[in-house]
């Protein structure tokens, strides 16, 4: 069995160490289904930013290709979108950063956001024989990026009077989409500051659009879903990935390299931040924060080991953590441990019980995959 396991989950070769990352292309088109099912009138932005939130654009292409359109702020990474054949559209969430961006929105096809005036005075200038498509940006509140509501309609209008710029669609973004606190008052200042423009509108995130979606003050003809799309629940604790019905995209295994057996009062680790009270065993995973596992993770910790779920303890250190295989005594070494994701046998360790012990969110943790830790795509 282990054996198997061996050879279905870690089929790089030759593998560096035990440990690798599964990307789950069936798992992308879920999620993007059930997106688009939330919004079914609306055309969908999946939101690659990041290199796919760490996944890495060339490996989620094929999963998220059903998408209306590619979203993300790198000009580098949208050249690899449209290197990867994407004829559809581009929207940078952030704009140009300077004159010569425009450059290469006009040679390939790319639409911009437009959140400051310095943005317009760079498109007054441009030379471009296509007229762009353009996403006028409102800070409704976020205090980010984009132009206080009382500005907005003057800055519509300068754009529409430029010969460079086609269509231009409104667009803002919640700071509290996932929260009590909630969308209705960014929606409000939206709405009355955008009335009677025309243009298409683009407000939801993912956590906007899984909870808010069917409030009648968010129609919306474009939705940008991120996190969801790769299987993180936006607002968890609240609500958990399952919840939403939402698939891990992501999932990363490592093998257990040794095992100790300690008495009580023996500890584990770097500052024996871990000391047993009674005898157990001690599984040693060939993963840590240089693989892009958090340092920061508690003892306690969720862990599968060969599916069934048990904790880490002690301190995770750069290539190894520890995990309790006090209740697991088919465990050992080759037991293959998901550190988050699905298991061979079929559980799912949510990456978002992950960052939750290290204090933080699932973007953070699957941005952070480490460039050592080899990628399969299933
Ligand atoms: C990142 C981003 C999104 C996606 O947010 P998620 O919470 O990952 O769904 C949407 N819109 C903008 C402007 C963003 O920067």
Redesign the pocket.
């Known amino acids: 069995m282990k054996l198997a396991y061996f050879i279905g989950l870690f089929h790089v070769l030759p593998m560096p160490r035990p440990i690798q990352a599964t990307l789950h292309t069936a798992a992308l088109r879920h999620n993007l289904a059930l997106a688009r099912q939330a919004a079914p009138d609306a055309q969908v932005?999946a939101?690659v930013?990041a290199n796919a939130?760490g996944h890495g654009i060339e490996r989620v292409f094929d999963g998220l290709r059903g998408a209306d359109g590619f979203?993300l702020?790198d000009l580098g990474e949208a050249e690899r979108v449209r290197a990867l054949g994407w004829r559809g559209p581009i929207l940078l969430?952030?704009g140009a950063f300077e004159a010569r961006d425009l450059e290469l929105c006009s040679r390939l096809h790319l639409w911009h956001?437009v959140h400051c005036d310095e943005q317009i005075d760079m498109l007054a200038l441009h030379k471009t024989h296509e007229p762009h498509r353009v996403f006028l940006?409102m800070n409704s509140g976020m205090n980010r990026?984009g132009f206080a509501p009382q500005r907005f309609r003057s800055a519509w209008t300068r754009l529409n009077a430029l010969p460079q710029v086609d269509e231009i669609s409104l667009?803002t973004?919640f700071s509290d989409?996932?929260g009590p606190k909630g969308i209705a008052a960014q929606m409000a200042l939206f709405e009355e500051a955008t009335r009677d423009l025309p243009g298409e509108r683009s407000v939801?995130?993912?956590?906007a659009?899984l909870r808010h979606a069917h409030d009648l003050a968010v129609k919306a003809d474009w939705i940008?879903?991120?996190?969801?799309?790769?299987g993180s629940s936006?607002d968890f604790p609240e609500h958990s990935a399952a919840h939403w019905g939402l698939l891990p995209a992501m999932s990363l295994h490592a093998q257990i390299i040794a095992v100790q057996h300690l008495q009580a009062g023996d500890s584990v680790g770097y500052g024996s931040s871990f000391v047993a009270d009674q005898a157990m065993r001690i599984g040693v995973v060939a993963c840590g924060y240089a693989d892009g596992y958090p340092r920061s993770c508690p003892t306690g910790t969720p862990v599968l080991v060969d599916g069934a779920r048990s904790r880490t303890v002690g301190r995770v250190s750069m290539d190894m953590l520890t995990v309790d295989l006090s209740s697991l005594s088919d465990a050992g070494v080759g037991s293959v441990v998901t550190l988050w994701g699905q298991s061979a046998q079929g559980a799912v360790l949510s990456i978002d019980e992950v960052a939750q012990a290290a204090g933080t969110v699932g973007?953070e943790l699957m941005c952070a995959l480490a460039a050592r830790v080899p990628v399969v795509v299933v």
């Open positions: 932005w939101v930013k939130y979203a702020l969430l952030e956001t940006k990026l667009m973004h989409a996932d939801s995130n993912s956590a659009t940008r879903p991120g996190i969801a799309v790769y936006p973007y």
